[in-house]
């Protein structure tokens, strides 16, 4: 059993390299909130609006081909899938002059508003015709204007920003205010990183990577909550134990299970990295990188911040440990 | 925590028996079963079936401006009819959302007769449909010495939309799917938003083509002369005509007021003439039958246009009176073609034209290729996880695994259970909750090590790890449970799917772990009489 190998007892000074952890946290927070400001993020269509165009790589449909073929400014690039290469071809609005007499007669608020359809219809028809396309030859065809785009981003920032409400209100109720600040500041901690490696590596930032923000986010107070729970454990047992001591313990008792947990979902994530296909790269690359950084901040950040505002708990002077309560 | 009475045993085997009979149906083909076993599995989303997703927008401007367009017809109508006596004569004047009405004719005294027009027009002024407060559907008001100010209160405006969208949606629905056959559907959105979403339909572009027409259907009568029709493309139309062209007749003159309308269209569809073209032919109801009747007897030996959103499709010359209400188009259609023309006319006139927002199209064979994908990416992420926790865990992780898998299926039998649709990302959802799912067993054995660590029995040990452990993976997973749950309301299309699934995997997998391996760890404790845990 690999468990064996695992020391019984491990006793890592965690909380004497605190300092360090946060410092090198906070750094990082701030290069991926510079990154952001000075990169920006390669926003998908479902944010930037525009269009995705998704064909099966043949011998005549090829990216050079699709490029030197079809105008306007497209990025056609290629990607696979379980069942071989795709060319993906990416457009904002195309320059209005491509888009035809309809297009032209329109007024110019319609213009705004049509433009990204009006851009899709054109490619697919260019396509078409040079490339003597039929419509089931077209895998995937997602074009999205500049209305929803905005609303879906909006939506987006109010799940995440919604969700870190929550959680903190249930770790405040199930804890106290000072648990629930290091459970948030690590969760924000971990989204703003895995923010930030999207920004580094310029990968699509859409809807499915907001669906995998939350699940670090959730991944991320889970792992916390595993940890304060075993602090306020120990805190129950051992009342005179310094704060330190208290949380170094803790964490190394679930030390195992950070890690074997950890463990196993990112074999699970690594399964669909690999072999979920294009659509579910950027979700999986995601919750991957979310599930290092918040195995992380778990131990680093959010216990470190409980140490600085307080471990105590108990307010209420009889818990649900009669055993270790000396009755008055 | 170690007892498990015979209620408990046949609940947690029931429900495991349940989730089988549940998931059956996505494994083998249930289609020859008997009658009580579930035949259907699970719903699949656009993304894994293929087809189209159409978001689109009424605009409410364009609906208030047509209200007031046709206000403003029966405004004139009402006063056409004593204008020549009448001191008051107006030329209403759209401005987006209102409307401005001016006098321009003065009475004796030099004032402009604006009390009498505003008591004239609030005659015609219907109430607000469905409404019960006994408001108006305009608001009309003194915007001057000479003029009045049509507006739509905000009451008024959200009664149109309301009924813009139920027009649209069922003629939404009878164009695209004119003989009810299709698997389609259509949701409302907002206030004035429909998304539909069409399975197996390949081709966005014919949906979006058919939805995009006004659907306005007339008949008018031609009056035109070479001459005429030079001298109206040369700008001089003759007054109470129109110029319009169509593919097969060129330019010719219609008669603005139609003889016939869409609204006196009882059915329409696509037929063969004697050559066995495709043609449309339709039946008008009997008002416009004897209309239609009336029109061919007065005009004997005249062209008489049919027309389609402003343009000509046909103008046949009428010979005879023509009774009885069956009027066909010919023309070089298109069985399709002709099909969807028929669709259009028999549906009627959209209320305002839509604007298409979001369009996610993906075919059959994309579809496939995320199924093969997603399976695999699940068969190769179990299999790893199995490996892992068997490695780590020995018989316990054996437990495990088996749990896993009747976490799986208990996923699939609530997904069935609520008719959820299983999207791509769905399916990463239930990957993950496979590594995640883990977790409250990792807790659990956790515990029960550092009990035996710390030189209790194998039995209190396990006691006490199941105990001590409920808090922790209570806390824990309702924590995710949250982030899925504001997914699922906030998210939109295969997002959604990805949170169901989850919400769902975290549930069962406390299920699975904390009850069902708890199960079999005693049994098999009881069974071998053992004394310790290999870890």
């Known amino acids: 059993m690999l468990i064996k190998y695992w020391p019984k007892e491990t006793k890592i000074p965690f909380m004497r390299y605190r300092y360090v952890g946060v410092v090198l946290s906070v750094v990082m927070m701030i290069a991926s909130v510079y990154l952001v400001m000075t990169r920006g993020l390669n926003l998908g269509v479902d944010f930037a609006g525009g269009s995705v165009i998704e064909l099966r790589q043949t011998e005549q449909v090829t990216v050079p081909e699709v490029r030197s073929r079809i105008q306007g400014s497209l990025t056609v690039n290629s990607a696979t899938n379980a069942n071989g290469e795709l060319v993906v071809i990416r457009f904002g609005d195309l320059d209005q002059s491509l888009l035809g007499p309809e297009f032209q007669a329109l007024s110019d608020e319609d213009k705004a508003e049509r433009a990204s359809a009006a851009s899709n219809t054109y490619v697919v028809n260019a396509l078409k015709r040079e490339f003597n396309l039929a419509d089931a030859d077209i895998l995937r065809n997602d074009s999205v204007g500049p209305k929803v785009s905005s609303e879906l981003f909006r939506e987006g920032m109010i799940a995440l920003g919604v969700a870190t409400i929550m959680m903190f209100l249930y770790i405040a109720f199930r804890y106290t205010w000072s648990y629930a600040v290091g459970g948030i500041a690590a969760l924000v901690h971990d989204a703003i990183g895995t923010i930030g490696l999207f920004s580094l590596l310029q990968l699509e930032f859409d809807l499915t990577t907001i ?96 140490l600085m505002l307080g471990v105590d708990i108990n307010r209420k002077p009889v818990e649900d440990t009669p055993g270790f309560e000396a009755m008055p | 925590m170690l007892q498990f009475p015979a209620w408990k045993v046949l609940l947690v085997f029931g429900v495991l028996i349940w989730g089988v009979i549940m998931a059956l149906p996505n494994a083998v083909n249930m289609s020859n079963a008997p009658g009580f076993l579930p035949k259907k599995a699970v719903n699949l989303g656009l993304d894994l079936r293929g087809g189209v997703y159409l978001e689109m927008e009424i605009p409410a401007t364009e609906v208030i401006s047509s209200r007031l367009e046709v206000f403003a017809r029966d405004v004139r109508s009402a006063f056409a009819r004593t204008s020549d006596r009448d001191p008051i004569f107006f030329q209403p004047e759209l401005r987006g959302r209102t409307m401005l009405i001016k006098l321009s004719r003065p009475d004796a005294d030099g004032n402009f007769p604006v009390e009498d027009a505003l008591r004239r027009l609030d005659r015609i002024n219907s109430p607000i449909e469905g409404g019960l407060g006994g408001g108006k559907t305009f608001d009309i008001s003194r915007a001057g010495p000479d003029s009045l100010l049509v507006s739509v209160s905000s009451a008024s405006e959200t009664a149109m939309l309301q009924d813009a969208l139920n027009k649209t949606m069922t003629i939404v629905r009878r164009r695209v799917d004119p003989d009810g056959v299709a698997e389609i559907s259509l949701t409302p959105s907002g206030t004035n938003r429909i998304v539909l979403e069409a399975p197996g339909e390949p081709d966005p572009e014919r949906l979006k083509d058919l939805l995009s027409r006004d659907g306005r259907m007339t008949f008018n009568l031609v009056e035109s002369s070479p001459a005429e029709i030079a001298s109206a493309q040369a700008g001089v139309i003759k007054p109470g005509f129109r110029l319009l062209e169509g593919p097969e007749t060129g330019p010719l003159l219609v008669r603005e007021i139609p003889e016939v309308v869409g609204s006196d269209i009882a059915t329409a569809s696509q037929g063969n003439d004697d050559a066995n073209r495709p043609q449309i032919n339709f039946r008008l109801n009997a008002n416009g039958a004897r209309k239609f009747y009336e029109t061919t007897r007065n005009n004997s030996g005249k062209l008489f246009a049919i027309v389609l959103d402003d343009v000509i499709m046909s103008a046949p010359r009428i010979n005879e009176p023509i009774p009885g209400g069956n009027v066909r188009i010919t023309g070089s259609f298109t069985i399709e073609q002709a099909q969807d023309l028929a669709a259009i006319i028999a549906a009627g006139e959209m209320p305002a034209k839509v604007q298409f927002l979001d369009q996610r199209v993906v075919s059959s064979t994309l579809g496939e290729d995320s199924i093969e994908s997603g399976f695999r990416a699940a068969i190769v992420g179990l299999a790893l996880v199995a490996v892992f926790m068997v490695l780590a865990y020995g018989l316990q992780g054996m437990f495990a695994v088996f749990s896993l898998m009747a976490n799986v299926i208990l996923i699939f039998a609530a997904l069935s259970l609520v008719g959820a649709t299983l999207t791509l990302p769905g399916i990463a959802g239930i990957i993950l909750t496979i590594g995640m799912a883990v977790d409250a067993n990792v807790l659990v054995f956790e515990r029960i090590r550092e009990e035996q660590n710390n030189g209790r029995s194998l039995w209190t040990a396990v006691q006490a790890g199941y105990e001590r452990a409920l808090v922790t993976i209570l806390d824990a997973n309702v924590t995710t449970l949250f982030a899925a749950i504001i997914l699922y309301t906030l998210g939109s299309g295969p997002v959604k799917g990805f949170a169901v699934t989850l919400a769902f995997g975290i549930v069962t997998s406390v299920f699975t772990a904390f009850v069902f391996t708890r199960m079999l760890t005693i049994f098999w404790m009881k069974a071998f009489k053992t004394k310790s845990f290999a870890v």
């Open chain 1, 211 to 306: 669906a995998a923000l939350l699940t670090i986010i959730g991944y991320s107070v889970n792992d916390s909550v595993v940890v304060f729970d075993r602090i306020r454990e120990i805190r129950r047992k051992y009342k005179q134990m310094p704060a330190t001591e208290v949380i170094d313990i803790a964490t190394n008792q679930t030390l195992s299970r950070t890690f074997l947990t950890g463990g196993t979902t990112i074999i699970a994530v690594l399964a669909i990295a690999i072999f979920g296909g294009p659509v579910l790269q950027g979700m999986s690359v995601a919750m991957i990188w979310g599930i290092i950084i918040g195995t992380y901040s778990s131990i680093y950040f959010a216990a470190a911040i409980v």
